[in-house]
């Protein structure tokens, strides 16, 4: 079994700042990509930051220059770091992950049961 458990999310007021924070559990040989996404009310499901096992990063534009994907491979940990939250940030952000079980089968892709994040005054 494999699990994703993210945290960090809450209330927080425009212009202020979140850690998200996802850790993958269970039987795991490597990890992949890890990326965040989000789902906004009466939204499509959005790819808001990707980083690769290397450190290679990506960012949705609206996310560029507020916030920042990093990972800890020894902890199986991928982080979202956000600066400058704005009211349309407010959504439920979910991290995602590409992982190996064993070295000998491809990967699977695991999601975590997603972290509420809302941007109000």
């Known amino acids: 079994q494999v699990q994703l458990v993210e945290s960090g999310g809450g209330l927080v007021q425009p212009g202020g700042s979140l850690r998200l924070s996802c850790t993958a559990s269970?039987?795991?040989?490597?990890?992949?990509?890890m990326d965040w996404y989000r789902r906004a009310p009466g939204k499509e499901r959005e790819l808001v930051a990707t980083?690769?096992?290397?450190?290679?990063?990506n960012l949705v534009d609206s996310a560029k220059g507020r916030f920042t994907i990093s990972r800890d491979n020894s902890k199986n940990t991928v982080y979202l770091q956000m600066n400058s939250l704005k009211p349309e940030d407010t959504a439920v952000y979910y991290c995602?992950?590409?992982?190996?079980?064993?070295?000998?089968?491809?990967?699977?892709?695991?999601w975590g049961q997603g972290t509420q994040v809302t941007v109000s005054s």
């Open positions: 995602t992950a590409d992982i190996r079980r064993w070295a000998t089968v491809p990967g699977l892709r695991y």
């Open positions: 269970g039987s795991i040989f490597s990890i992949n990509d």
């Open positions: 980083i690769t096992s290397n450190g290679g990063t």
